[in-house]
């Protein structure tokens, strides 16, 4: 089998692949950033808890639609997670709870809901599309809808970049100066929502956040620099869905669990392997160097 027939042809002889595709770069390049902010203010459990949050708006949209409407149930989910963000943000601040105990208990209670009303009113089919998601039965409208949300995601992060990055290394003083810090963490938790939103119909809720995370972790082995960082986390999300798909298809697996352990594996290499791996680190260094 040639390189042409191995990588290329199966997007040329095939449409939903082509969109797969097509929703996997527009995911890496919305989803690359975020997760690369979300790891700097160590809030990296907190999105797995919000891409469970969604769940039930999603579920509830299923219900009123009465399909696998991507509109509908990315509407729900991101009610669903904002409002789930705002009350853990109220309840941190008004009991002794910090935030990430607050997410934890919501998100249980939510993932719990959404998985309650899924089963009882849909098949099993429905529920595993919810939950693990359906990136090789992405339409028209889903592209739009998840090109949509990347470039307001840019868009967004452009205007409030500068101020995000103060926030996560010293949010003290961008209260002391500006006095929004509470502005700009509501606008950046949005923008988590918004983007789990659109991974949900490719990874669904459960795996929506590895695209937003494994390459986060992966850029921090390797950069010193914020966008060298974004940069290489941005190119690690496309990459494992560029591979993920191909490896799905010759080898017949689950397309959404694949990018996601494509992720994985670059992250175990560069455990291994990259600037900051601890191998590198077991090695003795000239005298006087770093």
């Known amino acids: ?16 692949l082509r969109r ?13 950033p975020i997760g690369v902010l979300l790891m700097l203010r160590r809030m990296s459990l907190m999105g797995d808890a919000m891409s469970h949050s969604v769940l039930p708006g999603a579920a509830i949209g299923f ?27 109220f309840v941190s601040r008004s009991t002794p709870l910090r935030e990430d105990a607050s997410f934890a208990s919501f998100y249980l209670a939510s993932l719990a809901l959404g998985v309650l009303i899924v089963s009882t009113r849909g098949s099993n089919i429905d529920l595993l599309h919810v939950l693990f998601g359906t990136i090789l039965g992405i339409d028209a409208t889903a592209l739009y809808f998840i090109g949509g949300i990347t470039s307001f995601t840019i868009a967004v992060l452009a205007v409030i970049y500068r101020p995000l990055v103060v926030e996560c290394f010293d949010p003290g003083f961008l209260r002391a100066v500006a006095g929004r810090g509470s502005l700009y963490h509501f606008l950046f938790l949005f923008l988590v929502v918004l983007n789990l939103v ?22 921090q082995l390797w950069a010193r620099t914020l966008p060298q960082m974004i940069a290489i986390a941005t190119s690690t999300a496309t990459a494992s869905g560029f591979i993920g798909l191909i490896v799905s298809y010759h080898l017949g697996f689950a397309s959404g669990p694949t990018i996601i352990l494509m992720a994985s594996l670059i992250y175990a290499a560069s455990l291994l392997v990259g600037p900051s791996s601890a191998i590198r680190r077991a090695l003795p260094r000239p005298r006087l160097a770093g």
């Open 1 to 16: 089998m040639s390189v042409y027939q191995f990588v290329v042809a199966p997007f040329v002889d095939y449409g939903f």
């Open 20 to 32: 797969a595709l097509v929703a996997c770069f527009a995911l890496g390049l919305g989803s690359g």
């Open 63 to 89: 219900l009123v639609a009465g399909s696998l409407s991507l509109p509908a149930m990315g509407l729900g989910g991101l009610i669903a997670g904002l409002s789930v963000a705002v009350l853990s943000g």
């Open 198 to 219: 659109a991974g949900f119909q490719a990874l669904g809720t459960l795996m929506a956040v590895g695209l937003m995370m494994l390459p986060a972790t992966v850029a």
